[in-house]
């Protein structure tokens, strides 16, 4: 054993001497690089001899050993730098990890303490808890309570019974009309009478100025669809031709701003929010729930509707005003059912009335979208180009107008006044005509909207070619715009010609000063 000690103690010092070398040498190696007092006689021995170029060399030599030495020096230090920073980033991920894991302990603490509340707040409404409720015979339901017991939920015919509220807003419709008493509506004013009587209120009341057409268009749009889209640069009136309508009417419009964050419709309508188990209701939800008590015309105002996409939040009601019955025009605002749900809400559904109708106002610059044709097939554009001239009006009052009445007088114009024969024919012609050269058909949702827009905007006054060119210019024409009309200018000038020849010299200015214009933007 002593000897085997002996050995080891021999072989493991003769191996450490080498290690001591090894360090031994790399001091002697980097005290000799670093040995400047031998460089400084070196270059004194040497020289003695030197000429400029040798000294230009020399210089030149020593400047360069020194930056390579700088160099490697900078190198060794973002090494050093990039390690520390390195191993920090590690440190940091690790406390981030941590902290993630707290907070996760936390949520998951106070999602239990949010439940307990919960069930404390549904416990005092009779509603279950935890468990199933089952609605298939309407009378009765089964909770399952922590003790495992099954346990009756007061349910009758489908009916939560609570004594909470969750609409607060549409409850106070409900009381206000318990003792509303309607106003006396004038019913004998014509569609012609009213143009002038609001054109007339604009400009002596509220000092807006409209042209008769502007308010003739306006009227026509009404009879023919419940979405009209007032379009146009900016301080045209689009959106005070709406507000002074509604101050007219004494039924002043409800105003809904659109943000650009709307995506879908609960911008528009509220929602449910489960956790204060209340509905967040919109001042357009309670404008179209109250409609349905009174016979006023309703208007509401979506300012600046294409600052997001239409289609996205208004999807559900597009969809609901193309229902050619009336009786289907339903929103689904909440699945069940409460017993101190609003009287006018049926099943959780709102029949959306007749008497209301969606005013859009939309600027086209790089801050909107455009508005695509599934939206424009279902309204009825106006453009506001230019502001109305000043001119003296007689002082003239607001009025009642009821909604019945001025829905009479749609349904005697549609009779009165409907699209002559003759231009019916040659808008079919037409209709062909654009079909063979340009493959763009009018389509019978269109048709349908001219057959109601022209005979209304005759009996405001105006002209039945000017009705149907002004349909034609912003439900028709406009579809152009999507086709490769740098490759269509002759067929662009070809179809003013065939209209001038169709409906006569000086007729369907609109139509033709728009085709115009197109032929020159591309």
């Not at 009916?159 to 969750?166: A, C, E, K, Y």
């Not at 028709?476 to 003013?496: G, H, P, V």
């Not at 010609?497 to 020159?520: C, D, P, V, W």
Request: proline residues 3%.
């Amino acid at each position: 054993m002593n000897g085997f000690l002996k050995w080891f103690f021999a072989f493991m010092s003769e191996m450490l001497k080498g290690y001591a070398e090894i360090v031994r040498g790399i001091g002697k190696g980097i005290k000799q690089i670093f040995n400047i007092g031998n460089y400084i006689n070196i270059f004194k021995e040497y020289s003695v001899d030197y000429g400029a170029v040798s000294w230009v060399l020399s210089i030149l030599a020593i400047v360069i050993v020194i930056a390579i030495y700088l160099l490697i020096a900078a190198m060794i230090v973002l090494a050093v730098r990039k390690y520390i920073r390195f191993r920090h980033s590690i440190v940091s991920n690790e406390d981030l990890l941590e902290e993630i894991s707290e907070l996760q302990r936390k949520v998951l603490k106070m999602t239990k303490e949010k439940d307990e509340i919960m069930a404390m707040k549904v416990a005092q409404m009779g509603i279950p808890t935890s468990g199933a409720l089952s609605f298939a015979d309407g009378t009765a339901a089964l909770q399952t309570a922590e003790g495992g017991e099954a346990q009756p939920v007061v349910v009758e015919s489908g009916v939560i019974q609570t004594s909470d509220n969750r609409f607060s807003k549409l409850l106070e419709v409900d009381n206000f009309y318990k003792e509303y008493t309607p106003p006396e509506y004038d019913n004998d004013i014509t569609l012609e009478g009213i143009c002038d009587r609001f054109r007339n209120f604009a400009c002596s009341r509220m000092h807006l100025y409209y042209e008769p057409k502007t308010i003739r268009l306006f009227l026509a749009g009404m009879a023919s669809t419940k979405l009209i889209i007032l379009q146009g640069i900016s301080g045209t009136g689009k959106t005070s031709l709406p507000y002074s309508f509604g101050k007219f009417l004494q039924v002043d419009t409800t105003i809904a701003s659109v943000q650009p964050s709307w995506r879908d419709r609960t911008e528009l309508f509220g929602y449910f929010n489960e956790f204060t188990k209340n509905f967040n209701e919109t001042e357009v939800l309670r404008r179209i729930y109250a409609s349905n008590y009174n016979d006023d015309v309703n208007l509401i105002l979506l300012d600046e509707m294409n600052i997001a996409r239409v289609e996205y939040y208004f999807a559900e009601m597009l969809s609901i005003l193309e229902m050619p019955n009336a009786d289907e025009w339903e929103l689904d605002i909440v699945p069940n059912v409460w017993s101190t749900d609003p009287v006018k809400l049926d099943k959780g559904k709102l029949v959306i009335p007749q008497n209301i109708w969606y005013i859009g106002t939309a600027n086209n610059d790089d801050s909107t979208f455009a508005i695509s044709d599934k939206v424009y097939d279902r309204a009825q554009p106006i453009n506001l180009d230019s502001k109305g001239v000043v001119f003296d009006a007689p002082d003239t009052p607001p009025m009642n107008l009821s909604f019945a009445h001025l829905d009479q007088l749609f349904k005697e114009a549609f009779d009165k006044y409907p699209i002559s024969q003759e231009n019916l024919k040659k808008i079919q012609q037409l209709d062909l005509w654009v079909i063979e050269k340009l493959r763009v058909a009018f389509g019978n949702r269109i048709l349908k909207q001219m057959n109601l827009f022209v005979p209304v905007y005759v009996a405001c006054g105006g002209d039945e070619l000017d009705g149907i060119d002004y349909v034609l210019a912003t439900k028709i024409f406009r579809k152009f715009e999507s086709l490769n009309l740098a490759m269509l200018r002759e067929e662009l000038r070809e179809l003013c010609a065939y209209i001038t020849k169709t409906f006569g010299k000086n007729k369907m200015q609109e139509s033709i000063a728009y085709l115009e214009r197109l032929q020159k933007l591309f």
